[in-house]
């Protein structure tokens, strides 16, 4: 079985260590919440809506993801007054700030989150314990625990932090850095790209930003490209996922928890905010923007320099900004196109 897929059965983090169990007691006492049961009950984990046992916590905070209630298992979740009436049959833990309280509580279960020290590497490249077919560039630095499929080329000066998992026949380029990342096999990284780095999360303060935690990874399937200069986010709470087959032009951005299906080609300077959802077979042209927490369908086509701001169904071809049905786009421009 494919690593990545190994992982989300196990449900497992490799690259941070959690606490094993967290006392609702204590989870109450750091949000300030006064009256709940069970406050002798121990959680497991914190994690997102779909993924989330009975024994983790978990969070609503969006009208965007009530269409997951009906798939939730855990029995503790937080969440704001406008949402509590969804939420029957839990025990709801309220506050006024979902966002700043799971970034509170993912501190708690994991102390590190908020460390991006780079690791330091004594040793150099030199007789580390990869196939032979492995071959490695000049000046490369490699963490602890990391893995390197047989026939995978790593180029000059890259560094694979800690824990990095690298599939078979892989060609990473030079000035490549990779943290909190899984490759699959059969994956080309181009020069210059960035994986794994924290995401775009913070709150706002007068006078101080207060940072949130990003305590998920990179999963990279196998047979995809990413082109050179990228920058790909790990996830917050969930993962940020590149689909199988899937090829990323130069300069393409990728913000946390964005999944991308199979077979999409995604062209120069393409943006993605964070918590986008992209279909299978989806084309989408240079300079285009796709909006956070929205869900793009199967089989569409967006036009280059648009702008997304709302879900697209399947097999739509959209243009322009706001983004909508090419063929609306040609009539409403038409005077101007044909100048």
């Known amino acids: 079985m494919k690593l990545y897929k190994k992982l989300i059965l196990m449900n497992k983090n490799i690259f941070y260590k959690k606490l094993d169990k967290i006392s609702l007691k204590k989870i109450c006492n750091e949000l300030k919440i006064p009256h709940i049961s069970k406050k002798n009950y121990f959680l497991n984990d914190i994690k997102t809506l779909d ?3 009975k024994n983790d916590l978990t969070f609503l905070h969006s009208s965007k993801y009530l269409k997951l209630i009906s798939r939730v298992k855990s029995n503790f979740i937080i969440t704001s007054h406008k949402f509590q009436k969804f939420l029957n049959n839990k025990n709801i833990l309220l506050v006024d700030n979902v966002l700043l309280s799971v970034a509170r509580i993912t501190e708690l279960f994991y102390p590190d989150s908020l460390n991006e020290n780079f690791n330091y590497v004594k040793s150099s490249n030199q007789n580390l314990n990869f196939s032979k077919t492995v071959i490695i560039g000049s000046n ?3 963490g602890k625990n990391v893995k390197i499929g047989n026939n995978s080329f790593i180029g000059h000066n890259s560094i694979l932090e800690d824990n990095v998992t690298i599939g078979k026949n892989c060609s990473i380029g030079s000035n490549v850095i990779l943290k909190k990342t899984i490759v699959g096999n059969n994956v080309n990284i181009l020069d210059g790209a960035v994986v794994g780095k924290k995401g775009f999360g913070f709150f706002p303060k007068k006078g ?3 940072r949130y935690p990003h ?3 990179v999963i990279i399937k196998d047979n995809a490209e ?3 200069n990228n920058t790909i986010d790990r996830g917050s709470i969930g993962n940020t996922i590149i689909g199988e087959n ?3 032009d130069n300069q393409v951005h990728i913000a946390h928890n964005v999944k991308i299906g199979r077979n999409c080609i995604i062209t ?3 943006g993605f905010a964070g918590s986008s959802e992209i279909g299978d077979n989806v084309l989408i042209g240079g300079q285009a923007g796709i909006s956070g927490h929205l869900k793009i369908g199967n089989n569409v086509q967006i036009g280059g320099g648009s702008g997304v701001i709302k879900n697209i169904p399947d097999n ?6 706001p983004a909508k049905d090419v063929k609306l786009f040609i009539k409403d421009n038409k005077k101007w196109l044909t100048n």
Do not use: H, P, R, W
Not at 316 to 321: D, I, L
């Open 51 to 53: 993924e989330a046992d």
């Open 316 to 321: 739509t071809k959209v243009m322009g900004y």
């Open 208 to 210: 101080k930003n207060i």
């Open 215 to 217: 305590i998920g990874m």
């Open 226 to 228: 990413i082109g050179s």
């Open 140 to 142: 490369v630095l490699i």
């Open 246 to 248: 899937t090829f990323l």
């Open 268 to 270: 120069g300077q393409v």
